[in-house]
């Protein structure tokens, strides 16, 4: 039944899916399971999903635009949006509404066409700046209440991947992946 209702959740929002120019993606508790690392000298260290990234590369080839918002900061995050060709990759941000609409502007994309993945009660300041509120399945209560649809993953555990797979197959662009795989055309 369970998958059923989520299958029907997706479906309502094919449209949503198929108008997103933007997707800004949280980091610690989306990209992360929200675990704080760090090593002996008290360098922070952060642990990604290799298919998070590939959902990530998909997107990009399929003509997204990505960023990161983050408010935590310490390197890792950096790393990783290099790694990934993110362009965008805002952390340490204390207002995540003004930095969502300062890159919106910048980037020339509008509420409509933005889509938000976030875990937790900070990430619920941008639900009036999106057009889609997307939630990993272990995000805070209040969030996946407000949400306009609910992962099945956990964050730093594929949730983002999850989510890349949904948006290609509503603009008909999975099958073809699903079949003949896929090669990084980046040199």
Do not use: Y
Not at 48 to 55: K, S
């Amino acid at each position: 039944m369970l998958g059923l209702l989520r299958s029907l959740q997706w479906h309502r929002q094919r449209r949503s899916l198929c108008q997103i120019e933007l997707l800004v993606l949280d980091v610690d508790g989306v990209l992360t399971d929200g675990g704080l690392w760090f090593d002996p000298n008290g360098l922070l260290q952060k642990r990604f999903d290799v298919r998070d990234g590939l959902g990530i590369r998909l997107l990009q080839e399929a003509g997204l635009r990505l960023a990161f918002l983050s408010g935590g900061k310490g390197g890792a995050t950096e790393v990783r949006a290099r790694q990934l060709g993110i362009d965008h990759c805002l952390v340490g941000i204390k207002d995540k509404p003004a930095a969502l609409e300062r890159l919106q502007h910048q980037l020339g994309v509008t509420v409509a066409t933005t889509a938000f993945i976030g875990d937790d009660l900070n990430d619920l300041a941008v639900r009036d700046h999106v057009g889609l509120l997307v939630t990993p399945a272990d995000a805070c209560l209040a969030v996946r209440r407000q949400a306009d649809a609910v992962l099945s993953r956990r964050g730093g555990h594929g949730a983002v991947r999850e989510l890349a797979e949904h948006i290609l197959k509503a603009r008909d662009q999975w099958s073809g992946l699903e079949r003949h795989g896929w090669r990084d055309h980046n040199d």
